[in-house]
C-alpha cells in the first residue's frame, strides 16, 4: 500500500535531508533493527527516516537503477521487519511499501520518529546475546550512542515534539479528507489515488497523523494544523498578521492583514499578498550598455524563506502570531520563541544557524514534501545568497539571551528606498480615545507591558492596540519603549516620556470634541521631542 509521499521526491534527496537516508543492497536483519532503532530515537528531531531495502549504496547516495530484491522474497520480508520491531524496546513498527523504482522491486521502510524514546535494540541477533544498544543517526551513519550522547538521548524521554503529539482535545473527525487529498494530489503521492478506496482511519495512520489504539484513535498535533480548515481552534493565535506602514511608523495610513488556516495555504496566502502588494521591480536602464539592470526592492527568495522558516521554527504553544512589519526602509519578520540554545549570539549575528535539535519534525516534514523548504540548515544561507545576488544590503538576525523571540530584517535595495517621513514632529494631532489616552499615560508612569496594557484599557485586540494607542504615543515622543533596539521583544515596556508627563500636567488640550459618529477626537500640541 501506498505511503504519503513522492517516491522520486525521496529517492533523490529533493525532500529529505541525506541523513535521513539509508540504502541496503541486500536483506541484512542485523543492520536494519539498529537503522530503524536509530530512526525511531530521531536524536535531533528531524522525523525519523526512510530505509530502502534493494537499492545499493554509494557514499550516502543510492546506486541507480537498483539491484532490486526478487518480488517472491517481498512478504517475507515484511514479515521479517514486524518481527524485528518487536525485538525493539518498546516495540515500534515502521510502515512498509513494497514499490517498483526502474523496473525493480524495492521495499521501503517509513521509519518515523518514535512516541516513546529512547528505543534500544539487541546488539546481536545470535541466540546468545544480551546486550542491549541505544541506536541513533550520526549524519549518515547509524551508530551505537555512547556516553553523552546516550545522556541527551535519555533526557529526550518525555520530549516529544508539539507537533508530533497526539492531540486530546480533538478527534479523528476533525481531519478533513478533501484537505488530505489535495495535499496527496500536491506532491504526487500514489496514495491520492488509493485515498476513496481506504477507510478514514487507515488513510491517517498511513499519513502518520493519527496515533493511540484502534478503539481511541487520535489526531496527532502536526494533523490538525495541516488538514483542519481552522487551526486556530486548537492552537490560538495559529496565525501570520502583516503590517505595512506606508510612511513610517510616524505615518496615520497602516494596512493590516491577518492569514489563518491549515498552515500551507495561510502560508501560500500570506506570500501571494507580499507578492502582489509589496514586492517592486525595477529596470534601470544603463547609457553604456544594452542590458538594464533589474533588481526588487526585496528579492522574493529571501522574503520566502523567512516566513517559511518562522511557520516551520515558531511555537504553537506561544499565543503569538507570526509578525510581519513593512516599514519604507525594510521588512522585519518576527516569531516566537527565538533559536535553540545551540546557536550562539555570535552564529546568529554572522548568519550560521544549524540547530542541534529542531522544534518541529512533522511541519519541517510537510513543507518539504510541499517544497516549500529545503534541507537542514540551508535557511539562512538562501536568504543571504538571495539578498547578494539582488544586490541588496545584508540580511540581519536578532534575538536576546532568553531566545524569547527570533527577528530578520530584510533591508530595501539602496536604489529603491524612498523618503521616510520623520518619526519626530513638533506637533502631531492623532484621532485616538481621549480618556484611553489618558489612561494609557498615566499607567505607564511606570514600565508596562503590552499584555498588561490591553487590559487596563479593556480592550482585547493586540492590533488595535498596537495601531490606535501605542504606536501613535510613540511617534508623538509622549511615550517610548524601554528596549528600542529590540522593538519586537515580549519583554518589551512602555512608560511615559517627559513630554507626556508636561502634557498631563499641563493640560495642554485643545479642540477636544466629538464628530458625529460619537468617535472622540484627542487633538494634543506638544513640546518638541526629548
Known sequence: MALALNIDDVLLGRSVEWERLEFKKNWNSE?????????????????????????????????????????????????????????????????????????RHVLLLRAPGGQSRPYKAPVSLSKDNKVYGYYIRKGSS?????ADDEVEL???????????????????????????????????????????????????????????????????????????????????????????????????????????????????????????????????????????DRFFNYPYAAVEEILVNAVYHRSYEIREPIEVRV???????????????????????????????????????????????????????????????????????????????????????????????PQVTPTVTPTVGRDKMRTLLVYCASPRDRVSIQARLGLRDKNYVLKRYLVPAIAAGWLTMTDPTHPNSPAQKYRVTLNGLSLLNAGNQEDDHEDESGQVEFSLTYPASE
Open 142 to 146: 547509524t551508530v551505537k550512542a555512547v
Open 31 to 103: 543492520d536494519v533493527l539498529h537503522t530503524l532503532c536509530a530512526f525511531a530515537n530521531d536524536f535531533h528531531n528531524l522525523g525519523g527516516g526512510y530505509l530502502f531495502i534493494g537499492i545499493a549504496d554509494d557514499g550516502g547516495k543510492p546506486v541507480l537503477p537498483p539491484s532490486g530484491l526478487n518480488p517472491s522474497s517481498l512478504d517475507r520480508l515484511q514479515r521479517d521487519v514486524l518481527e524485528l520491531g518487536h525485538k525493539i524496546v518498546p516495540a515500534y513498527h515502521p510502515l512498509m511499501e513494497p514499490c517498483i523504482i526502474h523496473g
Open 327 to 421: 516599514l519604507p526602509e525594510c521588512i522585519t519578520i518576527t516569531s516566537y520563541p527565538g533559536p535553540d540554545r545551540s546557536i550562539s549570539l555570535a552564529s546568529l549575528e554572522d548568519g550560521r544557524l544549524v540547530a542541534r535539535r529542531y522544534r518541529n519534525r512533522r511541519i519541517g516534514e510537510f513543507l518539504k514534501e510541499l517544497r516549500l523548504t529545503e534541507g537542514r540548515g540551508t535557511g539562512i544561507p538562501t536568504v543571504i545568497r538571495a539578498m547578494r545576488e539582488n544586490g541588496s544590503p545584508a540580511p540581519t538576525f536578532d534575538t536576546d539571551e532568553d531566545r524569547a523571540y527570533f527577528t530578520a530584517t530584510l533591508p530595501i535595495h539602496l536604489s529603491t528606498t524612498p523618503t521616510v517621513i
Open 154 to 292: 535519555f533526557s529526550l524521554a518525555a520530549q516529544i515534539p508539539y507537533d508530533d503529539r497526539m492531540n486530546q482535545r480533538s478527534s479523528v473527525q476533525d481531519l478533513r479528507l478533501p484537505l488530505i487529498k489535495a495535499f496527496l494530489r500536491d506532491i504526487g503521492s500514489a496514495l491520492a489515488d488509493q485515498a476513496d478506496g481506504m477507510a478514514f482511519d487507515d488513510l491517517c495512520r498511513r499519513m502518520a497523523v493519527t496515533d493511540g489504539p484502534m478503539e481511541h484513535t487520535l489526531p496527532r498535533n502536526v494533523g490538525l494544523m495541516f488538514f483542519h480548515e481552522e487551526p486556530q481552534r486548537f492552537f490560538p493565535v495559529t496565525q501570520i498578521d502583516i503590517v505595512v506602514f506606508p510612511n513610517g511608523l510616524a505615518g496615520s495610513r497602516i494596512i493590516e492583514r491577518t492569514f489563518k488556516g491549515p498552515l500551507s495555504q495561510m502560508l501560500r496566502d500570506a506570500l501571494l499578498f507580499i507578492n502582489n502588494s509589496v514586492l517592486e521591480e525595477t529596470i534601470d536602464k544603463r547609457p553604456d550598455r544594452a542590458e538594464a
